[in-house]
Nanobody
Framework: QVQLVESGGGLVQAGASLRLSCGAS????????MGWFRHAPGKEREFVAAITWSGGSTNYADSVKGRFTISRDNAKNTLYLQMNSLTPEDTAVYYC?????????????????WGQGTQVTVSS
């Protein structure tokens, strides 16, 4: 089992950057495919990005491709999401998620573990 804790959210202006972090407990972090999702008010939870256990494969939602970068440091049990050129449409609570698998997965229902979320607010 793994526990996930997100951090790094905040209030920024459009065009700014933020880096989210997701710290994971447990000794098997490197076995997990990790993902980032977001949930904005009035909208469904949305896939943002995912990364395999080795970091060798990644996948991004079209809405963030070219602006966001997912990465991980298995030695530090930490997942990251670098967010650049933020827009008000990126405003949401951001969650990290984990599943013990070798494959890249993008569906929220396929993840087993979730963090509590961190709020990102982008003002215009």
């Amino acid at each position: 089992q793994v526990q996930l804790v997100e951090s790094g959210g905040g209030l920024v202006q459009a065009g700014a950057s933020l880096r989210l972090s997701c710290g994971a407990s447990g000794r098997t972090f490197s076995r997990y495919t990790m993902g980032w999702f977001r949930h904005a008010p009035g909208k469904e939870r949305e896939f943002v990005a995912a990364i395999t256990w080795s970091g060798g494969s990644t996948n991004y939602a079209d809405s963030v491709k070219g602006r966001f970068t997912i990465s991980r440091d298995n030695a530090k049990n930490t997942l990251y999401l670098q967010m650049n050129s933020l827009t008000p449409e990126d405003t949401a609570v951001y969650y990290c998620a984990a599943r013990t698998t070798w494959t890249l997965i993008t569906r929220a229902g396929d993840y087993d573990y979730w963090g509590q979320g961190t709020q990102v607010t982008v003002s215009s």
